[in-house]
């Protein structure tokens, strides 16, 4: 990492330099702004003057036009680029990137900070740019399985005679709402590494059973999204911790309306009892956090809007208990299936936990309790 | 950054020596993994031999326990310290981390990686650790003020006469739905830094208008909280493109069951008519997204849940869109007022934007709309 400060980035580069790096890749200091200075301070280190490119200029134009905004002289600058240097296209922001051949031995690449318009300028120009020029010719292929309901000490500890193993390696990692395994092949080709890769995928399947509940792009919303579009089934969700999460998380997916009719966020107990049917009663005697109001929140909205599956979420999310000295982080999920019946689970994530993660476990447990049962 | 790799991490402790570092802080690599190697990593380069800590072992068993999960032996390695070091409790994980005097002129930190514990424990335990010991005499204190409803590079130009001052010093960034400004200040106390830095807020404000929506950890969710709370009105949300990230954003702050009583994710046509009381004939000739719509939406919602405002959402989030060929990222939002007025508007996000981005951006922009109207 390196400041906005261009004598830092010149000490960069001579580091660069003097370890006989042959490709040098910057990311962020593109933009419009003063410390903006990625480029400027390239471009003076190698004693090249900045020329303005007008296909960037016009470019960024149409993009301001096309969001109904004003381009400011400030954008201009991004239209900067050594001269010699061939343009990097942003398909979706205003910055762009360069390639630039500095030296003989020095190819400089530059990209915008933003994470995904950076993905996709790799994976679009950077990536063929480079395998022309004979690089990536071995390359390193990977498959990330995805689990949930077990801890990363469990699983790897189940899978640990697969750690030492030099081609595919298995490493394991955790991030919010899964666990995740990593097997990495290095080959000659795609079609190689996956062959290297599809064995150990089978045997950590096995190992990890339902546990196991995706790779790569998948997502414990896409995995119950497919299953329900398979069987031709519908589902809708009353929340009441989660506030619109779970209903968020499962629109997430493109196409998703084929299968997801809408909710009722019953974050208010009046909402509980008059639009989906809650029993004063059970709110009462039980609290709105309890087993009995989730299981009537997932019947009451999968009856009002006509779905095979309903679900129910009632939770504490903290960081203040409700009035019933409940623990923080205690929330009841239930699932109403096709046929009526009504299962629920008590989750206690944690007193610790914060508020955000805990609405987000809930909402991938609430997803997760789905797919099993819709796992054959 | 350097990889779970032991030489590797010895050349680092290398490069701090050699440049006299005094302090050497790690993050990452304390899981129970065997690819969590920098504890080892550490006292092997020092030759120093790990001892399990009694105290590390039963908190983590404790924690494992209150989540109803049993702890593997794996997790001992957790345990594991250089002889002579101190604990860093992790107060919200199972990992701790530790203080060391590995020489007489360095002294090493660990931390998890995972940004929330990490951050908690710096605070905690090792700033009021390096202020004893004579550290931080001199801060750096900011103000991060944020926008929304302006670009960064037309506020940039508006405030580029502030760019150059040394101290405090303004500088721009742009995240997910919000510009940022941050004014740092250089003193010997917070204090006095506020003091340097009210002024540049007061013209930065000035400058900015209704477009600054607040600072620090001010959310455009909790800033239309306190506004509501305040007036002690209350809200409701139908929510379609967005499929209840709307709601997800007003209830991740804690205490809006005060002023948030829940909404309708209305995903299907026919939850927009059965529940919201949309007219068919509008969702025939204008299409679902419309600001007829969404003003129907808002009114209905409001009207059923019975509070003073009601905010309807109707979009096309992408990356298809729908029968009426609207343009991917056209959004049309409403706000229902205490008095039954309406008003909406419709949101170009740009066709080439992500629809995570297009969902997000439209639940950003139904708050700031209703900042606004809530704005004396």
Redesign the interface.
């Known amino acids: 990492m390196v400041g ?1 400060n261009i004598p830092r980035i010149h000490s960069l580069i001579d580091v660069a330099i003097a370890r006989e790096s042959q490709i040098l890749i910057f990311t962020g200091g593109l ?5 903006d200075l990625t480029t400027e301070a390239i471009a003076s280190y190698f004693q090249t003057p900045l020329v303005e490119n007008v296909a960037i200029v016009e470019d960024i134009a149409t ?1 301001f036009a ?4 004003t381009m ?4 201009r600058k991004q239209a900067l680029i050594p001269e010699g240097a061939t343009v990097l296209p942003n ?2 922001g205003t910055a762009p990137g360069m390639i630039w051949q500095a030296t003989t031995n020095l190819t400089i690449f530059t990209f915008p900070g933003v994470p ?1 318009e950076m993905k996709r300028m790799w994976q679009d120009t950077a990536v063929p740019h480079l395998k022309t020029r004979g690089w990536g010719k071995s390359i390193i292929h990977s498959q990330m399985m995805r689990f949930r309901g077990i ?4 699983l ?2 189940k899978v ?1 005679h697969l ?1 030492d193993r030099p081609n595919p390696t298995v ?2 990692y ?1 991030s919010k709402g899964e666990v995740k395994l990593r097997v990495s092949a290095k080959a000659n080709s795609i079609p190689e590494a996956q062959q290297l890769i599809a064995p150990v995928v089978a045997e950590i399947q096995a190992i990890a059973g339902n546990d196991y509940f995706g790779s790569d792009d998948d997502t414990l919303a896409s995995i119950v999204g497919s299953q329900l579009q398979a069987r031709q089934q519908t589902l809708s ?1 009353a ?1 009441s ?8 998380m ?3 997916i ?1 196409g ?2 084929s299968y ?9 107990n ?2 509980k009892t008059e ?1 989906l049917g809650v029993k004063s009663a059970d709110l009462i005697e039980q609290g709105a956090v309890s087993e009995i109001v989730a299981e009537q929140m997932a019947l009451g909205v999968k009856q ?2 006509q779905t095979d599956w309903g679900i129910g979420i009632s939770g504490i ?4 208990s409700d009035d019933t000295q409940k623990p923080v982080g205690m929330v009841c999920t239930a699932w109403a299936s096709p046929d009526n019946n009504v299962v629920s689970h008590t989750f ?10 805990i ?1 987000y476990l809930s909402a991938c447990d609430a997803l997760d309790g789905l797919r099993r049962q819709l796992t054959p």
């Open positions: 906005d933009g419009p702004t003063p410390d993009k096309k969001r109904g905004r400011t002289p400030n954008n398909p979706i995904y801890g990363e000490s469990t790897a500890s640990a750690f490493a394991p955790a969700v929340e911790c989660t506030g619109g999460g779970l209903g968020s499962v629109t997430g493109s998703s309306s997801f009719l809408g909710g009722i966020i019953a974050y208010n009046r909402i639009f009002k809007f999310a903290g960081p203040n206690l994530y944690g007193e610790d936990r914060a508020r955000d993660l609405r």
